[in-house]
């Protein structure tokens, strides 16, 4: 395993202390990962019920679980995982997916006003393909279902990891976004082949076009749609309201998840920025793959200076034990002394980088880590770094 950095913060406290803690940050930094990471840490350590929401696919997360795979429906990591990584843990770890269209089924079923408008909805031909696509469909459904799980009272904590958002800001505006739709001007002109024949003088040619592009069958599904849509105004307009108080409220927590390169870190700042003025609550930061922290130490750096200086000397010492050319010895020795120095600039770049961070409520640094995720064993030793004590 890589050796810890000297900085790290905790997620421990934060973790005991909230009833959800959303993983956030710009693409591949590792929000799956470290959701699952403190999610199955909690699980272990913490006691309780705890669940990871995950919007990946993730054949890989769930092998590395010890399941075959997961869905809409959660499910639990058997004890038995824990146990082969030589934990026994003091909680139930309980995991599941977002699975888009499931779940705007449901809220379709919740919110119709009756079971023939239910059932129209569901059999609109475009109804699959708006919900999906229309106002950061997918990101308004993930909060949605959060909600659900959360006021269903089943878990202590629940941990969940957002989609890699083109803007990392989309699910955080969703809800309100989904109760502005419901009043706007948009839905209106949808919504009019199917309310009047006798369209405006100024729509009729945008129709007109329309239909013949698109086929009135086309614009008439649309309408119909949005017109039954409307029916659920009432609801989903509440509801989004209800979401919008769950993301605010002090029980939940965001983790702003980044690798130290400059892009996802200055996405980072700018998510922070977002969250203080949403009035979010930030918990921590989360620097993942970071170098690891010996490449800081004035001892080891002085060790390769004197491998620098004495190649040549090294080379002719180790040529025996190796059954290698001590000029061939030579050069691989003073590479390496060179290589870490270069880390080792790196390394202090980056350190310079955590400390523009203080200030954020708990900075925790998790190092690259060697190979694939492959087993919860490797999960708890990623989530180590997550929880170490301070
Ligand atoms: N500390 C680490 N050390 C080594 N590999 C890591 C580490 N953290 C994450 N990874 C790997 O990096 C890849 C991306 O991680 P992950 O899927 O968690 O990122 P993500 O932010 O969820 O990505 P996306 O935005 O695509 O959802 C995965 O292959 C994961 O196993
Ligand atoms: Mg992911």
Redesign the pocket.
């Known amino acids: 395993m890589a050796q810890a950095t000297t900085d790290a913060g905790s997620l421990a406290a934060l973790m005991a202390s909230k009833e959800i803690a959303i993983t956030c ?10 959701a ?1 990471a403190a999610a199955a840490m909690a699980a272990a350590h913490l006691g309780g019920r705890v669940l990871v929401l995950t ?2 696919p ?1 054949r ?1 997360l769930a092998n590395a679980l010890g399941l075959e795979s997961f869905g809409n429906v959660e499910r639990r990591v058997d004890k038995a995982a824990f146990e082969a990584a030589g934990v026994v843990p003091r909680g139930e770890l309980w995991v599941a997916m977002l699975d888009t269209k499931q779940s705007w089924d449901d809220l379709v079923r919740r919110h119709a006003p009756d079971d023939a408008t239910r059932d129209a909805i569901l059999a609109n031909p475009l109804y699959e393909n708006i919900t999906t696509r229309f106002v950061q469909g997918h990101d308004y459904i993930a909060m949605e279902r959060l909600y659900d799980i959360h006021t269903a009272g089943k878990y202590d904590l629940v941990v969940v ?1 957002t ?2 958002s083109r803007n990392a800001l989309d699910f955080l505006d969703a809800p309100a976004r989904m109760a502005e739709f419901f009043n706007s001007r948009l839905l209106r002109w949808l919504t009019v082949p199917y309310r009047s024949r006798m369209m405006t003088a100024a729509s009729r040619p945008f129709y007109q076009m329309a239909d013949r592009i698109l086929g009135s069958q086309f614009l008439q599904d649309i309408a119909e749609f949005f017109i039954l849509f409307q029916t659920m105004h009432d609801g989903f307009v509440q509801r989004a309201r209800a979401v919008q108080r769950v993301l605010a409220d002090k029980r939940t927590t965001f983790i702003v ?1 980044s690798t130290l390169e400059s892009s996802p870190l200055r996405e980072a700042e700018f998510f922070i920025d977002a969250l203080h003025e949403r009035h979010l609550h930030l918990g921590a930061i989360v620097l ?2 970071v170098l690891p922290a010996y490449l800081l130490d004035p001892a080891a750096a002085s060790a390769a200076s004197v491998m620098e200086r004495e190649a040549g000397a090294i080379g002719a010492d180790l040529a025996p034990l190796l059954a290698a050319e001590p000029a061939d010895l030579t050069r691989l020795v003073a590479d390496v002394a060179a290589s870490f120095h270069n880390y080792a600039v790196a390394a202090t770049r980056e350190a310079e980088q955590r400390t523009e961070l203080a200030g954020a409520p708990e900075v925790v640094s ?8 492959t087993d919860l064993a490797g999960v708890l030793d ?1 989530g180590q ?1 997550l929880w170490r004590p301070r």
Request: glycine share 20%; proline share 10%; hydrophobic share 30%.
């Open positions: 940050g710009s693409g591949g930094v590792g929000k799956t990962t470290t699952a919007v990946d993730a890989r990891d989609p890699p998840v993942n793959k998790v190092p690259q880590l060697g190979g694939e995720l990623l770094h």
